[in-house]
């Protein structure tokens, strides 16, 4: 077994111990490192010659990226019955080994202990960050890529490892809150002036050898091991600690709305713990800590938003082909969408030409990437360097010819079949045969477009959501005939472009609108049934939506709403079922209220298209009634209205794997990102009780709400999406 920790003593007595986990581009702590850092620490702290002692990585650029999920996994399993004792224990041993850093062999006087300096050459994420925070002076490499911080809560966690109580107790509850409630990351020369590392230099490692040579025994007391500590800002029960904590509580309430249990568990852990002694403070985080990982939320979010997610951008569906890396892409339509395009792909690296019907568009859509550059160049998230980089990489232009050489094209021209097929015979002209041809649309069938390629198993869909720098998901459409390569390529374009990609086939409105456009039309069915719009917006942001229906279809535009009604019911004709919806959409556009691009639509805007509130006027056509139903009826129907689509959607093959249905419902329209994804919130709420809910649903509101059949089999066996046997394998 290959050591993940080593250690070597210099002539000077500075015992250096150096985490590298093989096989690994980046520090990952599992059991085995924890065990060696343990015997390590004991060594140097026992043997007279080690006058102190340096943590380090031998990764170049990083010191770790976290922990290895596994260990939690194995603490619950080898609880068997009794898991919150197992998960308990095992933090509390980890605590164990870090304390053991922080006291470095000191009696109960502070005495006798020696220097524990940590030097980072770049990265420290999680478990990363905390092991540092134990030592007794943290050095930073002046790497301005590196990230430090603990951003275990973006994935349903807290820092458990000593992390919260640590840097609450080290910057007081208020300088810690926005690293620790908002897992915001920060490179080495901003974690030094917030307080989270202590020095920034070019050799942290030398730095950190000289500091423990010249280390006094009160450098390696920390504060809250010294007599007579007080927390920064206030405990709890100071004036100003009072007030912190009031503050918040209800800024964590007001942000999760009650949904998220690792935000409040944190704050209650470091609330509680800033009442009793260091070690006390500790056990009171690993008790909160344990809480978190036994309720299915944090179970969900860390299975969808870790697991799954880090699991499909490597490719956990890819087709078995040849390398399809993108190296010239041609990008037809430079409007908003096509200009989001080609800047995401000339950041990555990639050579870019930019089409539209004039020299003057395509400039426009290129120039979209010089504005993007300045304002991070502002924000210092970019460089002049970089900007011009990018920039060199996008050719504007309106000749086809220039398409020449690429082995990728994205067209983003109108939603209109007719357009659509134009461009698409044109560039099919210009480009080589091995050229894969991407559209990106949102509801177009892939199949009908493929018909204006001589080659239509090199031809696939690409839904970008927009903003295309902001959104992280990409829906990859295949086509009846679209073959491995072409899904290979597309899967290739979007993990060089940094954005997480799932697979779907064919069909109306593929996933993400199939599962959006129901939960739009539910809000407004409520209007046109009295219910009150600040219920239906209040109980879908209670329930984790990050925006009401109502708000949604503003966004989006009502305008747009009207189009893919016609449209939709064109197609379906009488089986069309949303008549009702139609009546409140089609009676806002007649008034003008097209939404948010418009300044009016069920919201009110001001001059600068900031929300006012509601607009009041909706009350006279859709009066609110005197009986309102209860927020969580309104809460189930807007949830079961997307989750029941997601479960059809696999059961028609539009799905293949629920990972991809759970990550692309988070990352494409945040569903109630809590909850881990529809298929995961299906199973908190278990099978049983999910199809009789559907049943009680279809009585009151519908046959939109019918149980579908893969659903009732799974109440009939009680069994669950992710343990069913049928996706084990993928899942």
Same mark, same amino acid.
């Given at each position: 077994m290959t050591a993940e920790f080593t250690m070597e003593t210099d002539a000077q007595g500075v015992a250096t111990i150096t985490w590298d986990t093989p096989g690994k581009s980046m520090n990952v702590m599992s059991l085995q490192g924890f065990a060696e850092l343990d015997a390590h620490m004991d060594a140097a702290l026992a043997d007279d010659a080690v006058t102190g002692i340096v943590i380090t990585s031998g990764k170049p650029g990083s010191f770790a990226g976290g922990m290895d999920l596994n260990i939690i996994a194995k603490m619950r399993e080898d609880g068997g019955d009794d898991p919150a004792k197992s998960i308990f224990e095992g933090i509390m041993k980890i605590h164990a080994i870090l304390r053991k850093i922080e006291r470095a062999g000191m009696d109960d006087k502070n005495k006798g202990g020696k220097p524990v300096a940590c030097a980072l050459p770049g990265t420290a994420l999680g478990i990363g960050f905390e092991i540092p925070l134990a030592c007794h002076r943290i050095f930073a490499a002046d790497n301005p890529k590196a990230k430090i911080g603990l951003p275990e809560i973006m994935v349903g966690i807290f820092p458990g490892a000593g992390g919260t109580t640590r840097l609450s107790r080290k910057l007081g509850a208020m300088g810690a809150s926005p690293f620790l409630l908002e897992g915001k990351l920060s490179d080495p020369k901003k974690a030094k002036s917030a307080g989270l590392v202590d020095e920034v230099c070019d050799d942290p490692l030398a730095a950190a050898k000289a500091w423990v040579l010249e280390a006094k025994p009160s450098d390696i007391v920390k504060p809250w091991d010294d007599k007579g500590w007080k927390m920064p800002g206030g405990a709890p029960y100071h004036p100003a600690g009072f007030m912190t904590f009031v503050g918040a509580s209800a800024m964590v309430n007001g942000k999760t709305k009650g949904v998220y249990p690792a935000a409040k568990a944190m704050l209650s +852990?470091?609330?509680?713990? /800033?009442?009793?002694?260091?070690?006390?403070?500790?056990? $009171?985080?690993?008790?909160?800590? &344990?809480s978190v990982l036994l309720d299915p939320s944090s179970s969900a979010m860390i299975r969808s938003l870790f697991i799954n997610k880090e699991a499909l951008e490597k490719g956990?569906?890819?087709?078995?082909?040849?390398?399809?890396?993108?190296?010239?892409?041609?990008?037809?339509?430079?409007?908003?969408?096509?200009?989001?395009?080609?800047?995401?792909?000339?950041?990555?690296g990639i050579e870019v030409v930019l089409l539209d019907?004039?020299?003057?568009? +395509?400039?426009?859509?290129? /120039?979209?990437?010089?504005?993007?550059?300045?304002?991070? $160049?502002?924000?210092?998230?970019? &460089?002049p360097e970089k900007k011009e980089a990018a920039l060199a990489l996008i050719t504007a232009t309106d000749d086809y010819a220039a398409l020449k050489g690429c082995d990728l094209i994205v067209e983003a021209v109108f939603e209109d079949p007719k357009i659509k097929a134009e461009v698409t015979a044109e560039v099919l002209k210009h480009v080589g045969e091995d050229c894969i041809f991407a559209t990106n649309t949102s509801t177009l069938p892939i199949s009908e477009l493929a018909k204006a390629s001589e080659s239509p198993e090199q031809f696939i869909g690409i839904h970008f959501f927009s903003p295309v720098e902001k959104m992280m998901l990409v829906e990859i459409i295949r086509g009846k005939a679209t073959g491995d390569r072409a899904v290979a390529k597309a899967l290739d374009f979007v993990r060089q472009i940094r954005k997480t990609p799932i697979v779907v086939n064919d069909a109306r409105f593929f996933y993400a609108n199939r599962c959006i456009i129901p939960y739009i039309n539910e809000g407004i069915r409520m209007v046109a049934e009295g219910v009150s719009p600040a219920l239906i917006e209040n109980a879908a942001r209670m329930a984790g939506m990050p925006l009401g229906p109502l708000q949604l279809?503003?966004?989006?535009?009502?305008?747009?709403?009207?189009?893919?009604?016609?449209?939709?019911?064109?197609?379906?004709?009488?089986?069309?079922?949303?008549g009702a919806v139609d009546d409140v959409i089609f009676w806002m556009a007649d008034q003008g209220r097209m939404g948010r691009k418009a300044g009016a639509g069920f919201y009110s805007y001001d001059d600068k298209g900031k929300r006012t509130g509601l607009w009041e006027g909706l009350a006279a056509q859709y009066p609110v009634a005197d009986d309102q139903p209860s927020l969580t009826e309104v809460q189930h129907r807007l949830l079961f209205i997307q989750s029941l689509e997601a479960v059809r959607a696999l059961e028609d093959g539009v799905l293949t794997d629920i990972r991809e249905g759970d990550v692309g419902a988070i990352l494409g329209w945040g569903f109630a990102p809590w909850s881990g994804g529809p298929f995961s919130w299906l199973d908190i709420l278990g099978a049983p009780y999910a199809a009789e809910r559907c049943d009680e649903l279809t009585e009151a509101h519908g046959d939109r709400f019918a149980c579908p059949e893969l659903l009732r089999e799974m109440a009939g066996k009680n069994r669950s999406f992710y343990g069913s046997a049928s996706q084990s394998a993928a899942a």
């Open positions: +852990a470091v609330y509680e713990g /800033a009442l009793v002694p260091f070690d006390t403070a500790l056990k $009171i985080e690993a008790r909160w800590f &344990t956990a569906n890819r087709p078995e082909v040849a390398d399809q890396k993108v190296r010239r892409v041609g990008v037809i339509g430079a409007g908003m969408m096509g200009a989001g395009i080609a800047l995401v792909s000339a950041m990555a019907q004039s020299k003057e568009a +395509a400039e426009k859509g290129r /120039a979209y990437t010089e504005g993007y550059m300045e304002k991070g $160049i502002a924000r210092k998230k970019a &460089t279809v503003d966004e989006t535009s009502i305008e747009l709403g009207v189009k893919i009604a016609k449209a939709t019911k064109a197609a379906m004709g009488e089986a069309y079922p949303d």
